[in-house]
């Protein structure tokens, strides 16, 4: 059996210019929010939580976060990743509907993780992976290695789309056939 795994964030999802609204909630240029929101993401995506994840935003920005502020930063946060792209969900539902074996890996925060697993396009996935819930994120080898124990499939059987390089050697190094996105017409031509 071969499964087609995605992942979500540039793939699935499209994010909108909800960083420009989460530097106006700190108070802050949009460039020095950018910089301190990537700067400690990868612990996110490994289970920190949300109020923790802001405070540390904030304090890179000499900016005091509180709990009510940490969680409307977390719900305009989630905001910004819930836009589909149309092409990929299109993509999704064809192979769904050959009954061809779907898997989602994302680095992603637990919070996040529960409310995209309510998205209609999520059905449509046997198995939804989220680095948070791993305590590991993509693309250390632990994750691939995660992901396909949970799939039963040996990583040659995977066919991984992902829109970064470094996680799409990771896939490759772990045994997957990691594929670069180059959006849902360039992965109908891979499959």
Known sequence: MRWVVFDYGEVISRPHGELAV????????EADFARAYWAGR?????GLSDPEY??????????????ALAARLT??????????DPGTVEL????AGADVPL???????ASFARVAEREPWARHFRHLVFSADLGVAKPDPRIFAALTERLGA???????????????????????????????????AVL
Not at 22 to 29: K, Q, T
Not at 54 to 67: F, I
Not at 103 to 109: D, K
Not at 168 to 178: E, I, K, P, S, T
Request: proline letters at 4%.
């Open 22 to 29: 989460l530097a106006d909630l700190l108070g802050v240029a």
């Open 92 to 95: 999704v539902e064809e192979l």
């Open 154 to 188: 040996a990583p040659g059987d995977c066919v991984f789309f992902d829109d970064r390089q470094d996680n799409v050697d990771g896939a490759n190094g772990a045994g997957l056939r990691g594929v670069l996105w180059r959006g849902s017409s360039h992965a109908r």
């Open 103 to 109: 898997a989602l890996l994302s680095n992603a925060p």
């Open 54 to 67: 802001w405070r540390g935003v904030g304090a890179a920005l000499g900016v005091e976060v509180g709990d």
């Open 75 to 84: 719900e305009v946060d989630h905001a910004a990743w819930l836009h589909p």
């Open 42 to 46: 990868h612990d996110y995506d490994r």
